[in-house]
Structures are given as C-alpha cells and as structure tokens.
C-alpha cells in the first residue's frame, strides 16, 4: 500500500545512496528513515500516475524559432504539470519527460500541434517502468546540438539518395538470427549492464568519440547489413549518417530503440533478445528489460546493475555498486571519499570549495579498453 509522505533535505552526514543533489528524510506514520533517492524522492499514489518517455525530432530551427518555442514548451508543459530534461538546437529538439496520466491527452493533443516540432502519439517512446517520476523538474536547455557534435549532422528524409532504414521489433530479431553485425552505439557504462547478444559495444563514454572507433572496427563491411541500435534511437540517426558518409550503404536502425523495442516484445509476445538492464538518463539511471544482471559491482565483483553516483559530491563519480558495498562503503566509491563525507559540515563545505576530483585511475570500475565484442 503506498502512503503518503512529506519530503525534507537532510543532513549530509546522513547515508544516501543515488545523491545527484542531495538525499531526503522521509517520514511515515511518525518514523523517520533516510531512503536512496537521487533528487528528491518522489513516491507515486494511486491517483498520481505518470507516464515516463522520450522522444525527438530534427528539423532545422532558426533563432527566432527557438526562442518561440522555448516559450511555448515552458507554458505549455508547466500547465500540465510535465516535468523532464529537453534540449532545444537549431538541428531539432530531443526530450526525455514524465507526465501524469490525468493529464496525458491533453498532453498528446499539445505536442501533435507544435509549429516546426509536431510530434505524433506513434513518435513518442514510452517507457516500461512507470512506478516512479523520471524527472521532478522541468528542464528546457538550449544547445548547439541535441545530442553529440554538432559537427556530425543527422541527415533529414529526404536528402539527397539517403534514406534511413528503420526495422521494427520482429525484422529486428530476424536480422539477428541471420548473421547482421549488431551494434551498440551508446556509452560504456550503458551497454555493460545491457546489450544486444553478440553486439559491438565500444568502450568509450563520448558519443562523438565512439562514431570514428565504429567505423575502423566495420572496416571491410561497407556492403554487409549493419544492425545499429541506441536508447531511444536519437543517436542512431547521426552515427547511420555518419557512417553512410563513409561508405557504409546498409545500415539499418532499431525504431524508437531499445525503449520502443521492449513495448513491443511485451504487447506482441515477441522473444527478446537483448540481456539486461537498459540505462536511462534520468533519477531512474535505469529500466530492467529482464530479471538477467550480466555486470559486476565495481567494488567486490558480485552480479550487480545498479549505478550510483558517489555519496562524495566532489566526486560524483557513476558507477555499479551493490547492496553489501553500498552498505560498507556509505555510498562511496572510495575510502578516501569515504574520509571525505565523515568531515565536520563546516570542514566539508570548504573542502568542496578547493577540491580536485579524483582521477581516472583512482576511480572504480572499468578503464575502457578500445573495444570488445560481447561473447553472447
């Protein structure tokens, strides 16, 4: 039975596990316990339910567009209560968003009537797990690019012979069973805790780095089928255009992702064939697509798929920790930032102030070979 809470900021001092800006103190029928949360904690009720999803879209945006349109977004969602991370460019718009459900028509209705950026209900990527808020504000940003570089362009239908070549849940999986090269365009940190059987999944954590590293591993495939997926299948449209420049003249993208890919395997009946845990950028840091945990906590090495971030602000370092370390380590990813969180509050906040991060080295967790082919 869910219950009702009231949410407070509490001590730093106090145990947290997911902090992206500080845990909480929540209290429930008088008892006081301090829950992980990153932000606030937000529990659903009956009567609150949200839809979590994403979705984008590219079409060249003037300045004046933009402006408008950052207004427009920022009214229209505030009056329905929509809360989410959305990055506004002069190639397009990409979102990711939680709405509640009494308001998801209204919602829907909006977004299929934005000037330059109309956005149909089959568009929008709709998350599995709805039991908790991805977001709990609104964020709209302006960037010069809605993901990566805005030095590699996605190319719109329509220009010039290229064409994208999106396959749906079942062409997917039969692709898989005929031999394509699969491969994960996401972050390190994404794929390790899920991925594709059999899939390439380059060890890097910048997009923009990983699109030359795809190319010289498929060196020698220019005219085979090249299977290529992402989270929401945003990222998937630059890297097919990028490699389309290079050569590569089949290669075919997941549609809407791995988000639409898990809607329909569930409605349809359909055997998944992706391993895991999918990774998402949002107070969730991830969806489970199956019960298979196929990583290891970074600090003792037992399965485990849960990322945190480091109880040490200063560090903040993401990476997968398990129940028993969480507990041992207060959520930290070293000692030494363990020695850092048990400071006197007024000794922390001038610590903060003159800090150096932690380096690479000194960090948990993988030190990101090139690359590697997952072996099933």
Request: hydrophobic share 35%; proline share 5%; charged share 25%.
């Amino acid at each position: 039975q869910m219950l009702s809470c009231r949410k407070v900021p509490c001590s730093r001092n106090l145990f947290h596990r997911q902090s992206h800006h500080t845990s909480c103190r929540v209290v429930l029928r008088k008892r006081e316990i301090c829950l992980p949360s990153r932000g606030h904690l937000t529990i659903i009720q009956p009567d609150e339910r949200i839809q979590n999803l994403s979705f984008y879209k590219f079409v060249p945006l003037t300045e004046p567009d933009i402006d408008h349109l950052h207004k427009l977004l920022r009214e229209g969602w505030e009056s329905l209560n929509a809360k989410g991370r959305i990055y506004l460019a002069p190639e397009g718009m990409n979102a990711q968003m939680s709405v509640p459900m009494k308001n998801w028509k209204p919602f829907q209705t909006f977004m299929a009537n934005l000037p330059k950026l109309a956005i149909s209900a089959e568009q929008l990527n709709l998350a599995l797990d709805n039991t908790q808020t991805a977001f709990s504000r609104l964020h709209i940003r302006l960037r010069k690019a809605v993901v990566g570089s805005s030095e590699v362009q996605a190319k719109i239908e329509g220009e010039g012979d290229f064409k994208h070549q999106y396959l749906d849940a079942n062409e997917w999986n039969k692709a898989m069973d005929e031999g394509a090269t699969v491969v994960d365009v996401r972050n390190a940190y994404e794929s390790e805790i899920g991925h594709f059987s059999g899939a390439i999944t380059p060890q890097v954590y910048d997009f923009k780095k990983s699109l030359p590293i795809i190319r010289d591993m498929l060196k020698g495939k220019e005219e085979e089928k090249i299977l290529m997926y992402c989270t929401g299948g945003i990222r998937c449209e630059k890297a097919s255009a990028y490699l389309n420049e290079h050569g590569f003249k089949n290669v075919l993208e997941l549609k809407g992702g791995i988000v639409s890919y898990s809607q329909q395997i569930k409605s349809d009946g359909i055997s998944s064939k992706f391993r895991g845990k999918n990774f998402t950028f949002d107070e969730r840091l991830g969806e489970k697509l199956s019960s298979e945990i196929i990583s290891k906590c970074h600090q003792c090495g037992s399965p485990a798929d849960t990322h945190v971030n480091c109880a040490n602000h200063t560090c903040h370092h993401l990476f997968i920790q398990c129940q028993k370390c969480q507990d041992s380590m207060n959520g930290c990813c070293t000692p030494k930032c363990m020695d850092i969180i048990a400071l006197p509050e007024e000794e922390y906040k001038v610590y903060r102030k003159i800090a150096i991060p932690p380096t690479h080295e000194e960090r948990v967790g993988p030190k990101l070979p090139f690359a590697k082919r997952t072996s099933s």
